[in-house]
């Protein structure tokens, strides 16, 4: 049923309940018909109207309750294809290949006293070829012993050492067994060689002979970097490893170590005597 119309003074409903009091229905009345017949068709025509008022609600809700459910859907579908995209095994990258720097000046890593070779039969294999070079170059440091109060002990180990018992490039290319670098500017051809890059401090020098190589180390202590060096005895080892890690010969926090572990491995302070 639709709803009584309100009375309120001075509206629309005001004067239809005005008209109403005036044409109140009589049989010889006609404006009373007449107004009766108002009345009826507008009570009719705001029933229809409150129905279709009602009947636009619920349409304009329930289209929007549809584009909710359909916005849903739509929203939801990206999100579904994400997280597939995401569950997806991502497909492992080959490894890069590493380059190997063949110009590298020192390619001794593999100290079989540090504990990095993987088994005892290469570790056997390294000691047999610097027990080779130490017979091979023992003449050499004992020589610059005599000459210059250097302990042949340290000269062999950092030979060992620089030059991977004499198999690295700058050794073999260069008789350059203890890495000595040209800071000249001004030298001649064939006096050094680049190993690493274009920057003039990694110049090596070049030598005709590996005894020529042994003379340039001793010549290269006797500097005023190593000079306190000699405080120590020639069959000091320890001291001169610590002095020469000191002084900055190396760069590895390790030198020192090495060249002590080195010496008492292979028994170099033999030729210290």
């Given at each position: 049923?639709?709803?009584?119309?309100?009375?309120?003074?001075?509206?629309?409903?005001?004067?239809?309940?005005?008209?109403?009091?005036?044409?109140?229905?009589?049989?010889?009345?006609?404006?009373?018909?007449?107004?009766?017949?108002?009345?009826?068709?507008?009570?009719?025509?705001?029933?229809?109207?409150?129905?279709?008022?009602?009947?636009?609600?619920?349409?304009?809700?329930?289209?929007?309750?549809?584009?909710?459910?359909?916005?849903?859907?739509?929203?939801?579908?990206?999100?579904?294809?994400?997280?597939?995209?995401?569950?997806?095994?991502?497909?492992?990258?080959?490894?890069?290949?590493?380059?190997?720097?063949?110009?590298?000046?020192?390619?001794?890593?593999?100290?079989?006293?540090?504990?990095?070779?993987?088994?005892?039969?290469?570790?056997?294999?390294?000691?047999?070829?610097?027990?080779?070079?130490?017979?091979?170059?023992?003449?050499?440091?004992?020589?610059?012993?005599?000459?210059?109060?250097?302990?042949?002990?340290?000269?062999?180990?950092?030979?060992?050492?620089?030059?991977?018992?004499?198999?690295?490039?700058?050794?073999?290319?260069?008789n350059n067994h203890f890495g000595?670098?040209?800071?000249?500017?001004?030298?001649?051809?064939?006096?050094?060689?680049?190993?690493?890059?274009?920057?003039?401090?990694?110049?090596?020098?070049?030598?005709?002979?590996?005894?020529?190589?042994?003379?340039?180390h001793s010549t290269l202590l006797?500097?005023?970097?190593?000079?306190?060096?000699?405080?120590?005895?020639?069959?000091?080892?320890?001291?001169?490893?610590?002095?020469?890690?000191?002084?900055?010969?190396?760069?590895?926090?390790?030198?020192?170590?090495?060249?002590?572990?080195?010496?008492?491995?292979?028994?170099?302070?033999?030729?210290?005597?």
């Amino acid at each position: 049923m639709s709803k009584p119309i309100p009375y309120v003074p001075g509206t629309f409903s005001d004067m239809l309940h005005k008209l109403a009091a005036m044409a109140k229905p009589t049989r010889k009345n006609l404006w009373g018909k007449i107004g009766l017949a108002v009345i009826i068709a507008y009570i009719f025509l705001c029933k229809d109207i409150s129905i279709d008022l009602e009947f636009t609600n619920d349409a304009a809700q329930s289209a929007q309750h549809i584009a909710a459910s359909a916005g849903n859907a739509f929203s939801d579908a990206p999100r579904a294809v994400n997280t597939s995209l995401k569950e997806e095994p991502a497909r492992k990258k080959a490894p890069k290949k590493q380059k190997t720097d063949s110009n590298a000046a020192n390619t001794f890593s593999n100290m079989p006293f540090d504990g990095e070779l993987d088994s005892e039969a290469k570790k056997a294999e390294k000691i047999k070829k610097m027990k080779a070079y130490v017979k091979q170059y023992a003449k050499y440091a004992q020589a610059e012993m005599a000459k210059h109060g250097i302990p042949a002990s340290i000269t062999l180990a950092q030979g060992l050492l620089e030059s991977d018992a004499g198999e690295s490039r700058l050794a073999v290319d260069n008789n350059n067994h203890f890495g000595i670098k040209c800071f000249s500017r001004t030298c001649k051809r064939g006096h050094c060689s680049n190993y690493t890059d274009d920057t003039h401090k990694d110049f090596f020098r070049k030598y005709k002979s590996p005894s020529e190589s042994f003379k340039a180390h001793s010549t290269l202590l006797q500097g005023s970097r190593y000079k306190f060096l000699y405080q120590y005895r020639d069959d000091d080892y320890v001291s001169w490893a610590k002095g020469l890690k000191t002084a900055g010969y190396a760069t590895d926090p390790n030198y020192a170590g090495k060249l002590i572990n080195l010496i008492r491995e292979l028994d170099l302070h033999d030729y210290d005597r």
